[in-house]
T-cell receptor
């Protein structure tokens, strides 16, 4: 079945450093979504990418969809303590009963 | 706009017991999802409803899990009998018919002892 991989599962950065994480799918995706889950919270939608090579920005967060639509990246510029949490990518394969398949997520901790 | 409501927030049961979870999606959202999130993993889809019809239940362990959304609004997920490996957070999410963003509820944390 479809797999969405996020490696590593944990990353620690110093506040102010940049952070990049990647997401890889075993199959070509119709779209990819990113969610953020704060400690003890529930996933919150961040963005959806649909087009090959698409780049979207949200303040200090930059999301990119790969040209082959099998991978994606999330880049955070100048991390802040408010960026702490687990970031999940979730991929969807085109089809009548398409569903989102979530990766295991990457948990980001930020040292003040 | 009220968010997705779930109850209970926490539940502790012994193995082989039964448990039920309730979800009320955001008003007007046609699609409702139940996910299982085991500690350290991403949400895994158990079942997806479109109004009161099942769209996908391919990952629902049907020998012990059941779910219904009789009137196309709120939904219940039941586990009978529970196993130790069912310990997880059960998340409900909903999506409007005009969108793709999934809105998650706070989840129910189930501990099976």
């Amino acid at each position: 079945g479809q797999q969405v991989m996020q490696i590593p599962q944990y990353q620690h950065v110093q506040e102010g450093e940049d952070f990049t994480t990647y997401c890889n799918s075993s199959t070509t995706l119709s779209n990819i979504q990113w969610y953020k889950q704060r400690p003890g919270g529930h996933p919150v939608f961040l963005i959806q990418l649909v087009k090959s090579g698409e780049v979207k920005k949200q303040k200090r967060l930059t999301f990119q969809f790969g040209e082959a639509k099998k991978n994606s990246s999330l880049h955070i510029t100048a991390t802040q303590t408010t960026d702490v949490g687990t970031y999940f990518c979730a991929g969807e394969v085109a089809g009548a009963n398409s569903k989102l398949t979530f990766g295991k997520g990457i948990t980001l901790s930020v040292r003040p | 706009e009220a968010g997705v409501a779930q109850s209970p927030r926490y539940k502790i049961i012994e193995k082989r017991q039964s448990v039920a979870f309730w979800c009320n999606p955001i008003s007007g959202h046609a699609t409702l999802y139940w996910y299982q999130q085991i500690l350290g993993q991403g949400p895994k889809l158990l079942i997806q409803f479109q109004n009161n019809g099942v769209v996908d239940d391919s990952q629902l362990p049907k020998d012990r899990f059941s779910a219904e959304r009789l009137k196309g609004v709120d939904s219940t997920l039941k586990i009978q009998p529970a196993k130790l490996e069912d310990s997880a957070v059960y998340l409900c999410a909903s999506t409007p018919s005009w969108g793709y963003e999934q809105y998650f509820g706070p989840g129910t944390r189930l501990t099976v002892t």
